[in-house]
């Protein structure tokens, strides 16, 4: 839980948990910034979309709000600035900022970083890009496989109410950005079908930026949130904590010592006028 001084700029006025239901925050500048304290360019345009490009335009991320369809965070990687993307992630406008924000924070250390790092290939068997490496921080937290299919790997929260997929075999590399058929698929709800969210990954999508994701989800920390914009769909089955306001400490002893010594000094028993029954009434003032 934040400590004390983190409620000062906590958002929200309830805690949601598990956090995989907190859903979006209403701005998505938490998600822009890591990319955007690189000095990353950015362009907007006359919908209200946003778009951060990388200064070798190898990297490029469009916040799209008056987008085509539902993936408000659209993020591709070019080997070539001017060729088809290597990879591309994709998260929908429901998706918890935080998630995102974890994603692009790990993008923006890649980057600096160089090539050899976002646009790092998974290898299956390679002991730093073995796509096993991003299931393992779910399996780590008690996800447990879900029942097998054909062609797909599934995982699932202990409570049922979110999930990954990971497709095996042949994948159309267009279909995979623009659509849900992607290598990778994150959920939460009560079915993949009609989810609360989704994110997904295509192939080669490097597996270091996934694990941050995976174990942002998973963490058990909750997320704040205001209650009037997120019960109505997820009741029954989020649990909500109220944010209670910071309460000033309990004053020490010394706090008291010193509130005391800056007090006036009190005025002397003999001036302070004493009136009585018996005390004679004041004369009347002069007619004016």
């Given at each position: 839980?934040?400590?004390?001084?983190?409620?000062?700029t906590i958002d929200g006025d309830v805690?949601?948990?598990?956090?995989?239901?907190?859903?979006?925050?209403?701005?998505?500048?938490?998600?822009?910034?890591?990319?955007?304290?690189?000095g990353w360019e950015l362009h907007n345009?006359?919908?209200?979309?946003?778009?951060?490009?990388?200064?070798?335009?190898?990297?490029?991320?469009?916040?799209?709000?008056?987008?085509?369809?539902?993936?408000?965070?659209?993020?591709?990687?070019?080997?070539?600035?001017?060729?088809?993307?290597?990879?591309?992630?994709?998260?929908?406008?429901?998706?918890?900022?935080?998630?995102?924000?974890?994603?692009?924070?790990?993008?923006?250390?890649?980057?600096?970083?160089?090539?050899?790092?976002?646009?790092?290939?998974?290898?299956?068997?390679?002991?730093?890009?073995?796509?096993?490496?991003?299931?393992?921080?779910?399996?780590?937290?008690?996800?447990?496989?879900?029942?097998?299919?054909?062609?797909?790997?599934?995982?699932?929260?202990?409570?049922?109410?979110?999930?990954?997929?990971?497709?095996?075999?042949?994948?159309?590399?267009?279909?995979?950005?623009?659509?849900?058929?992607?290598?990778?698929?994150?959920?939460?709800?009560?079915?993949?079908?009609?989810?609360?969210?989704?994110?997904?990954?295509?192939?080669?999508?490097?597996?270091?930026?996934?694990?941050?994701?995976?174990?942002?989800?998973?963490?058990?920390?909750?997320?704040?949130?205001?209650?009037?914009?997120?019960?109505?769909?997820?009741?029954?089955?989020?649990?909500?904590?109220?944010?209670?306001?910071?309460?000033?400490?309990?004053?020490?002893?010394?706090?008291?010592?010193?509130?005391?010594?800056?007090?006036?000094?009190?005025?002397?028993?003999?001036?302070?006028?004493?009136?009585?029954?018996?005390?004679?009434?004041?004369?009347?003032?002069?007619?004016?």
């Amino acid at each position: 839980m934040p400590s004390d001084d983190d409620f000062r700029t906590i958002d929200g006025d309830v805690y949601v948990s598990p956090r995989y239901l907190a859903r979006a925050t209403a701005i998505g500048d938490p998600g822009l910034d890591p990319l955007r304290d690189l000095g990353w360019e950015l362009h907007n345009d006359d919908l209200g979309n946003a778009y951060l490009n990388a200064p070798d335009r190898k990297v490029r991320l469009g916040y799209l709000p008056e987008g085509d369809d539902d993936g408000l965070w659209r993020i591709n990687a070019y080997k070539d600035a001017f060729g088809p993307p290597i990879w591309g992630v994709c998260f929908n406008d429901s998706c918890p900022t935080e998630f995102v924000t974890a994603f692009t924070t790990a993008l923006a250390e890649a980057y600096e970083q160089g090539p050899d790092s976002y646009l790092a290939r998974p290898v299956s068997g390679n002991k730093d890009r073995d796509p096993f490496l991003a299931v393992a921080p779910l399996i780590n937290r008690g996800w447990e496989i879900d029942r097998p299919r054909w062609g797909v790997f599934a995982i699932q929260s202990p409570d049922g109410l979110a999930g990954l997929e990971y497709t095996t075999g042949h994948l159309n590399p267009e279909t995979e950005l623009t659509t849900r058929d992607a290598r990778w698929q994150l959920w939460a709800g009560t079915s993949i079908s009609r989810p609360l969210w989704y994110a997904t990954a295509s192939t080669d999508t490097p597996v270091a930026l996934l694990k941050v994701v995976t174990e942002c989800i998973s963490d058990p920390a909750p997320l704040p949130r205001w209650r009037e914009d997120t019960y109505s769909y997820v009741e029954g089955m989020a649990r909500f904590t109220p944010i209670l306001p910071t309460r000033p400490p309990a004053p020490t002893p010394l706090d008291v010592h010193r509130a005391a010594s800056r007090r006036p000094a009190a005025l002397p028993t003999a001036s302070i006028p004493r009136w009585s029954t018996t005390s004679r009434p004041a004369l009347p003032g002069p007619r004016r």
